[in-house]
């Protein structure tokens, strides 16, 4: 099976990359298809990824044995921080490799493959490359996570300059609601979002709106975004 690869990432650390991811799978599971995440390196955890353990909540499947087998979770480092500076810490480097071979494993079964990162598109994964670097190298697609907060737009705008710039592929752009956002600002800022990749993108970006949500709430009763869009 030769599965798509999108990579999720945000415009900041927080921005909710880990929901958007799994409310996402939820969306492609309902509609049929053997989707899966991955977390490209997981920081501030020892031995599990609590990102993956999210997914598998917001989607109620539960621990998958592809996550038993830690495939889903191949670089994992117990300081909250960069991946290279966490790897460092316990002196280890991120085994990129590992993350290759962990997406060529998933591909063979599941598809579309979700990979979320860690923090924004400039983190640094060692000292040779920058998270930017590594999906452009892989040739993974792009789907940005931003909101609406104070700020947003300004690092949104530089991420997808960044993207363009590089002649990256940009599948969608993912809009978290937030329930303390200005209204004002929630309303201009999807439309800048959308003119910006209209006059700079060479093909349409769609922007999905992705619902604020309860993390308390049971699975069944979470909204699924509308991401028809995104996925062929």
């Not at 860690?118 to 670097?133: E, F, K, N, Q």
């Not at 609406?148 to 300004?154: A, D, Q, T, V, Y």
């Not at 700079?200 to 308390?216: G, Q, R, T, Y």
Request: charge should be neutral.
């Amino acid at each position: 099976m030769k599965a798509s690869v999108y990579f999720v990432t945000g415009i900041d650390t927080g921005i909710g990359k880990s929901i958007a991811t799994g409310l996402l799978l939820r969306a492609l599971l309902q509609a049929g298809r053997p989707a899966i995440s991955l977390k490209m390196v997981q920081t501030g955890n020892d031995g599990f990824s609590e990102d993956i353990q999210l997914h598998r909540r917001l989607t109620g499947t539960g621990e998958l044995p592809e996550d038993r087998t830690r495939t889903t979770a191949p670089q994992i480092f117990r300081f909250p921080s960069s991946p290279k500076l966490a790897a460092e810490l316990e002196h280890r480097q991120v085994d990129l490799s590992a993350i290759s071979e962990a997406v060529q494993t998933l591909r063979k079964t599941h598809d579309p493959i979700l990979v979320e990162g860690a923090g924004g598109l400039m983190v640094p994964l060692t000292a040779d490359a920058l998270t930017i670097d590594v999906v452009r190298e892989q040739g993974w697609s792009v789907l940005l996570v931003t909101c609406g907060r104070l700020g947003s737009l300004n690092h949104t705008l530089l991420s997808l300059e960044a993207l363009q710039t590089r002649k990256m592929p940009v599948a969608g752009i993912l809009y978290v609601d937030q329930p303390d956002a200005d209204p004002l600002i929630d309303r201009d800022s999807p439309a800048e979002i959308r003119r910006w990749c209209r006059r700079n993108l060479p093909a349409p970006a769609p922007l999905i709106h992705v619902p604020w949500i309860d993390l308390s709430a049971p699975a069944a009763t979470l909204p699924v975004p509308d991401c028809a869009a995104l996925f062929s």
